[in-house]
């Protein structure tokens, strides 16, 4: 059809390029769509592909990794990474931070004494590491090498760090690090005899609260708390701690010799540990819970950030599934950056855990929603593959042009230099360039995808119920969000999308109902519940696991031995040689000690055979090697050593250390020795009684005060819920809308901040003159026309009010004179027939059509077409001379009509109506209500069609023309009026176009080419455009001559044209030449004309919108869209285009390119009236409802219900102000909130006639029908706000 | 109208608070802000009155924003998203990160850098006159008050390069004052909404 593109002169650089992308993309997008599988596949490959590189990396954790190698032939490996070693790992390179020498020592008083007391288990075997300190800090070793001593290889340590002063007492400094529990006595053998109290001395040091990872005890004695055997309830009765040396070198005559050295005093017998493998321990960076406080934090950012970034994706058939493809989009187009980078040699070293979110905002998933939103916003009639290209090539330039911005704001900080940025400006370009590739592969077909499920999911559930029907009218498919609420087949009739119904509930309640939907708060619970545990886990897995192990180890042997039942271990010591342990006792100052045969001079073989005994308590506590003593460092926290390390200020992060095999050391003491390294005090600690219930009460006692805490917590976190839920939902809830009412008057609304726009500057000015209601309004800024359905026009100055000219309605004048009343305008008739009756002397028929006129005006309308006519004609006859006499005065207001009094009849009449309204102003009919009851007549159907769709034309102007259509051609009414310059153009019922002067008030010409009644006008330059009835459309140019001669020229000849004045008042001669008729403009009757930026737009009942060229009155477009007829349009100077039919939908067009910009269905029946700002759209419909739309995206903003029957009125006045026609007032309204500013009433009842029609002055005033008076609001505050 | 106030305003200083209280661990951390050693003796007991102060000024600005916003007349409309807002704040996040954790050449480059983020904070979530003015302000302000409070030796800096802190701070607080805006104006809309959604129900 008419569609034709018009190529702009010449294009810049920027419009080509632009086309060029849009065209690429439009191309892409059809690629896409078509082929959805192969490029999924493909994209899943290339994925995959470059995150291959990945399994390369090392997994992501802090925990330490290890590394055994032999003692025998080891070596300080060198900083140099040496080719190809084997499953050598890359940290082993130079020496490590320290080498760990832990000495275990394990002691018992045996033979257990029953004159023993508890304290006995752990005070004398606690002792003799003060003779064994001194043993190992005396060894020297020398040989042909020289002389080595301890004190040379020790690592020395200097000051504590400053925030550890309470350490100060208990850990070495300025010196060699060498930590045993007799650090918590100052390696005094003195201190700790006179200590009355050990067991107190080490829990003093112990931090209050939970604490799982090292503690001081656990740094002092080398071994878990709970395995070192020093409490009063040891039921084993061995001590077990630690001597940790910590080397700087290393030294392997040195150590063998103090190894040798201590095994040869202290043997230990049956002791099979393994002293051939060392072990290198890597620590990785440490994550502390300081630390982890803002990472969790930019997390928890970062899901608030796709959390509330998807949740826009809406109007698509699976929400969680686009979601979720937008996520993936950007997780993969990160480990994808991450690695291409790895690929090409870039080992990030970076944190990648902390760098990841920052990432992720960086890319951003906003591309990928306004892909959705594009394509979602296209056409739905269109084919999917269509639809995936237009909305692609809609938004490929600010696409493109985001990503040239996010690209040169990388680039900048590139050349910061600094290493770290980077690195991440690095990862961030490549993450942005394949977070591109992705969304152009991926994530467009996948929307491809959800959009043709949802398609034919549509038509699956339209076919079964139109199977039966007669074959459905080929018109596009409906989506599904949208079904149109006036349709009654019940098929159709589906849920609101979520979108829809949420606009109607307040923001707190579907908070809550989120909530409740998706149990957010259960789930948040327990999820946090599994992030701590799985926190506590990762931090402390080791300390963990031995309280478990603890807890079970102490479950099982003890309850068993205390029953009587079997020894705790299978290697019982059945044979004690009690001699030996004193013997080693003897320190002998060997100078080379000689290694001692193993299982030689003990006598505590482990029998492993060895039958129980069952009924003996363990009264020879036995000592015994596992292997789990041999790494016993395993059991501790894996943070024992940075810890202990880091109490010096030496991080371990990055570096290794080297544990070496322990040196065993097993000491018997006799229960002589016990007694006598007692302290008096010792004895007063009564034995516990029932030592099982204690311990298990104590360790109960711990688990009690768990379980209290989180009870307590978790009361508190209820009480907090409940104030926060008593805080945001007020008790009155829901009963609301008694508080929050319309606005009465003088209840001036402010906003939040105190403030309320000026109120006394807005005072609405009346402009009287009318006798009936409005009909059409016009205006160019200057000058306001009004023509009521009087037929008169009145002329006013938009600024002061004036009333400037009055042209009266020469049909009238006509009628009056043949004296046919019946031609007349039916309500003229009957205000002019009633008014002079009454004054003249016969009153008969007062009383009945004052009635009529009271009390139901329906009653009147029905009298006067039925029966009650002929009464009324009767009277006939002696009225019309009352009506001449009475006439010929003629008021002196209209001078500046030509002096023919006597045909002056609409000033007579105006006159009747004002002296008639004054004692009962109420009296004249409701419009809508005359409408509804107006005599069906043919011609009536024809013309209400057309009438009742274009919101310009009120109702009542059925009521008024529907007798005039039918009769007489030269008596007609103004359906349509355009003001520019002084000229009225006015279309009239009859088809005729007149041309008035409106200052003079002169018929300057008139044209009467078509006869069919010209519905709509617009007059633009010197064009006239002029719809008519039978559906063509009209362009007329006005041309402006100088005069040939004086009193030649005339006016078109007419029969119903009144003479033109003469022309000598003014100078030029006004011609309107008919340039170009299109006679089938539109199939059926055209509604709406609107004229803008040299484009002509109709719209016609056949729902087809229409764009001419004003110049050449080409047509330009035909745009189909809409499913009912058009209503509304509207067209501004930037060549926005949008326009409403009765289906309730609201099209925008592209007018360059005459394609659908987007489309929804905003209204329960017809779109009265649209308009449009730069930001939003207006629309109001038939269901009093005025919806604010952003115009980009096409999401309702929100709605304001209007009074009933002034939805249509509505204007904008500036980019933020919203005015509104309403009962008897307007209203104005802040766009951006919807806060309804103030209410002006134009009347003095409030309840009035309603404001139907409204229009917006270049001046911020305002003009609205109000009855048969208009009125003129001038907004002054808006004055500076347009400036 | 004064509960919501009320309840926004609560609601901006938890978030004050609450940033202040991570930011604060940030700087902590590497040693950048030193406290005296016998007040520190865990992250949240030292200086209990950083977060409160931050909390305060942060309700202050959030509900400073939008009041301006309206008295100008020109409400905001660049952008009003929670997602933006959310990005708005992960950026000054890391704006903060970056001063605390990235080893810079010299403390010229490091301001200078944190200087182009703020801007560019600005440029890509707020982008109005009002708020670059009030931003810049408030940091003015907030960069005195610094000043004064090392100088009595509440607490001090590690290398301080502007008279007696880091120069880089304006920089932070401008950033944080346009995020707490951002944020802000988000709760105003959102109060807008609710109001006008009342009045529309009926």
Redesign the interface.
């Known amino acids: 059809d008419g569609r034709q593109l018009t190529p702009p002169p010449r294009m810049t650089l920027r419009e080509r390029l632009r086309e060029k992308i849009s065209a690429a993309f439009y191309h892409h997008g059809l690629l896409c769509a078509s082929y959805p599988v192969p490029i999924i596949l493909f994209t899943s490959a290339s994925i995959l592909t470059c995150c291959y590189p990945l399994l390369r990396l090392p997994l992501p954790g802090t925990g330490p990794v290890e590394f055994t190698t032999g003692v025998r032939d080891y070596t300080v490996p060198s900083h140099e990474p040496q080719g190809d070693l084997g499953e050598r790992p890359d940290w082993y390179r130079g020496p490590p931070v320290a080498y760990i020498q832990q000495v275990l020592v394990k002691a018992a008083v045996s033979p257990w004494d029953s004159s023993l007391v508890p304290v006995d288990v752990f005070r004398s075997p606690l002792g003799r590491v003060f003779s064994l300190l001194e043993e190992i800090r005396n060894h020297v070793h020398s040989d042909s090498t020289g002389v080595r001593s301890l004190e040379a290889l020790c690592l020395q340590v200097t000051d504590l760090l400053?925030?550890l002063r309470r350490m100060q007492s208990v850990l070495p400094e300025h010196g060699c690090l060498l930590v045993s529990p007799g650090n918590y006595w100052q390696n005094q053998r003195e201190l700790f005899d006179s200590d009355p109290d050990p067991l107190k001395t080490i829990q003093k040091h112990e931090p209050k609260g939970l604490h799982t990872s090292a503690t001081l005890r656990d740094l002092l004695f080398g071994v878990p708390g709970k395995h070192t055997g020093v409490s009063h309830y040891n039921r084993k009765r061995v001590v077990t701690y630690t001597i940790t040396v910590v080397l700087v070198s290393y030294d392997t005559r040195f150590l063998g010799s103090l190894r040798s050295r201590l095994k040869q005093l202290h043997p230990s017998a049956n002791c099979s540990l393994r002293d051939d493998h060392m072990v290198h321990v890597h620590f990785k960076e440490e994550i502390g819970i300081?630390?982890l406080?803002?990472l969790v934090?930019?997390y928890i950012?970062?899901f608030?950030?796709i959390y509330?970034?998807t949740?826009?994706i809406d109007m698509v058939k699976s929400k969680w599934g686009l979601a979720l493809a937008a996520v993936v989009t950007v997780l993969s187009s990160l480990l994808m950056s991450v690695g291409l980078c790895t690929l090409f040699g870039l080992t990030p070293t970076l944190n990648g855990g902390?760098i990841f979110?920052?990432l992720v905002?960086v890319i951003?998933?906003e591309n990928v929603l306004v892909l959705t939103k594009s394509v979602v916003s296209t056409p739905v009639d269109l084919e999917v593959k269509l639809r995936i290209a237009q909305g692609l090539s809609n938004e490929s330039w600010s696409i493109m042009k985001n990503m040239a911005t996010e690209l040169c704001?990388i680039l900048?900080g590139y050349f910061?230099?600094?290493?770290?940025?980077q690195e991440f400006c690095l990862f961030a370009v490549v993450g942005l360039v394949s977070d591109f590739f992705l969304q152009m592969f991926f994530f467009t077909t996948v929307l491809s995808i959800d959009i043709r499920r949802m398609e034919l999911a549509d038509l699956n559930r339209r076919l079964p119920a139109e199977a039966g029907l007669p074959p459905p009218k080929p018109g596009p498919l409906r989506p599904r969000e949208a079904p149109p609420p006036p349709r009654p087949s019940p098929h159709t009739i589906t849920l609101q999308t979520p979108a829809f119904r949420n606009l109607?509930l307040?923001?707190?309640l579907r908070v809550v109902y989120f909530l409740a939907r998706t149990r957010l708060a259960q789930r948040i619970i327990m999820v946090g519940t599994v992030i701590w545990i799985g926190i506590l886990v990762y931090t402390d897995p080791a300390g963990l696991r031995t309280y478990l192990a603890a807890q079970v180890s102490e479950q099982s042997p003890l309850g068993d031995s205390g029953g009587g039942g079997l020894p705790p271990h299978l290697g019982v010591a059945p044979v004690f040689h009690a001699g030996d342990p004193t013997s080693t006792l003897s320190v002998l100052p060997a100078p080379e000690p000689t290694p001692l045969p193993e299982n030689q001079s003990q006598g505590h073989h482990g029998s492993a055979g060895a039958g129980p005994r069952p009924q003996v308590p363990p009264a020879v506590p036995q000592i015994t090697w596992g292997a789990e003593d041999e790494e016993g460092w395993r059991r501790l926290s894996f943070r024992h050593w940075p810890s202990l390390f880091s109490y010096y200020n030496i991080t371990l992060a990055k570096r290794y250390i080297s544990i070496l095999p322990v040196i065993p050391v097993t000491l018997h003491l006799s229960p002589q020795e016990a007694i006598e390294t007692r302290h008096p005090q010792d004895t007063r600690h009564p034995p516990p009684p029932i030592p099982k219930v204690s311990a298990d009460l104590q360790t109960d006692l711990t688990l009690y005060k768990v379980a209290a805490l989180g009870l307590a917590a978790g009361v508190l976190l209820v009480l907090l819920l409940f104030c926060l839920y008593r805080?945001?939902c007020?008790r009155n809830y829901g009963q609301?809308?008694v508080a929050?009412?319309?606005r009465r008057r003088g209840d001036l609304p402010c906003?939040?901040?105190g403030?309320s726009p000026p109120v006394s500057e807005i005072s609405p000015l009346l402009l009287r003159g009318h006798s009936m209601d409005i009909e059409c309004l016009a205006s160019d800024g200057m000058l306001l026309a009004s023509c009521c359905l009087a037929g008169q026009i009145r002329v006013w100055d938009a600024q002061t009010g004036d009333c400037l000219t009055v042209i009266p309605n020469h049909g009238l004048r006509r009628s009056s004179s043949s004296g046919c009343w019946e031609q007349r305008d039916g309500w003229d008739s009957v205000g002019g027939a009633t008014e002079p009756e009454c004054l003249g002397s016969d009153c008969r028929e007062h009383s009945f059509s004052g009635d009529g006129l009271s009390e139901d005006e329906g009653d009147l309308l029905r009298r006067r077409s039925v029966p009650a006519r002929p009464t009324l004609f009767t009277d006939q006859p002696d009225l019309t001379p009352l009506i001449d006499t009475n006439f010929t005065c003629q008021p002196p207001s209209h001078l500046a009509t030509p002096p023919r009094g006597g045909f002056d009849f609409g000033g007579l009449v105006e006159r009747a109506y004002l002296e008639h309204e004054s004692p009962s102003p109420s009296t004249y009919p409701s419009p809508s209500s005359a409408a509804s009851s107006s005599p069906p007549s043919a011609a009536h159907l024809q013309r209400r069609r057309s009438l009742g769709d274009a919101p310009t034309l009120p109702a009542q102007d059925r009521a008024s023309t529907a007798g005039t259509q039918a009769t007489a051609d030269w008596d007609s009414s103004v359906w349509a009026m355009e003001l520019r310059g002084n000229l009225i153009a006015a279309g009239r019922s009859s088809g005729k176009l007149e041309l008035w002067d409106a200052v003079e008030g002169s018929l300057r010409c008139s044209n009467e080419d078509g006869v069919s009644g010209i519905t709509a006008l617009a007059f633009l330059n010197n064009r006239i455009v002029a719809a008519r009835l039978n559906g063509s459309l009209d362009f007329f140019t006005v041309e402006i001559n100088k005069p040939l001669g004086l009193l030649q020229y005339r006016g078109a000849p007419g029969r119903g044209s009144m003479p033109p004045s003469p022309c000598y008042s003014s100078e030029d001669v006004i011609s309107c030449q008919l340039t170009r008729s299109v006679q089938c403009a539109h199939q059926k009757p055209i509604t709406v004309l609107r004229a803008a930026a040299g484009r002509v737009v109709t719209g016609s009942q056949d729902h087809t919108v229409r764009v001419y060229r004003l110049e050449d009155s080409c047509c330009l477009f035909t745009l189909q869209g809409h499913s009912g007829g058009i209503t509304a349009i509207y067209i501004d100077q930037t060549m926005v285009l949008a326009s409403g039919g009765q289906d309730g939908a609201i099209c925008l067009w592209d007018v360059l390119t005459g394609s659908r910009v987007s489309h929804v269905y905003g209204h329960r029946g017809d779109v009265t009236s649209l308009v449009c700002t730069t930001?939003c759209v207006i629309s109001s419909g038939l269901d009093d409802l005025i919806c604010i739309w952003d115009r980009s995206t096409g999401i309702k903003l929100?709605?304001?219900?209007q009074e009933v029957g002034c939805g249509a009125s509505l204007g904008v006045i500036s980019e933020?102000l919203l005015v509104t026609g309403g009962q008897g007032c307007v209203s104005f309204w802040?766009l951006?909130?919807?806060?309804?500013l103030q209410t002006v009433y134009l009347g003095q009842s409030s309840d009035g006639q309603g404001v139907r029609q409204l229009l917006v002055l270049d001046n911020a005033a305002i003009v609205c029908d109000f009855g048969s008076e208009l009125s003129l609001v001038y907004v002054p505050s808006v004055l500076e706000?347009l400036d | 109208m004064t509960t919501n106030l009320v309840i926004r305003g609560t609601m901006l200083f938890s978030v004050g608070v609450f940033l202040a209280l991570v930011l604060n661990l940030l700087q902590v951390q590497r040693n950048v802000t030193l406290f005296p050693p016998d007040v520190i003796s865990s992250i949240f007991s030292s200086a209990w009155w950083v977060p409160p102060c931050c909390g305060t000024a942060s309700a202050m600005i959030g509900l400073l924003y939008p009041c301006i916003d309206s008295r100008l007349g020109e409400p905001h409309k660049f952008k009003r998203e929670w997602s933006s807002v959310m990005r708005c704040v992960a950026v000054f996040v890391g704006i903060n990160h970056a001063s605390a954790k990235v080893d810079f050449a010299n403390n010229v480059q490091l301001s200078l850098t944190l200087a182009a983020l703020s801007i560019g904070l600005w440029w890509t979530f707020d982008r109005s006159r009002s708020g670059f003015g009030l931003g810049i302000g408030i940091a003015l302000l907030a960069t005195l008050a610094t000043q004064l409070l090392v100088y009595n030796g509440v607490f001090q800096y590690t290398s301080p390069d502007f008279l007696y802190i880091r120069s880089w701070l304006p920089c932070i607080f401008f950033a944080g004052v346009i995020t707490m805006g951002n944020i802000g104006r988000q709760l105003a809309l959102y109060e807008y909404k609710v109001v006008q959604e009342k009045t529309h129900q009926d």
């Open positions: 400053p925030g300081a630390e406080i803002p934090t930019t950012i970062l608030a950030y509330f970034s949740r826009k902390e979110p920052y905002v951003g998933l704001i900048i910061t230099l600094v290493p770290a940025i109607r307040p923001k707190r805080v945001l007020p609301n809308g929050h009412g319309r906003d939040d901040y403030y930001s929100y709605s304001i219900q933020s802040d951006n909130f919807g806060d309804l706000k």
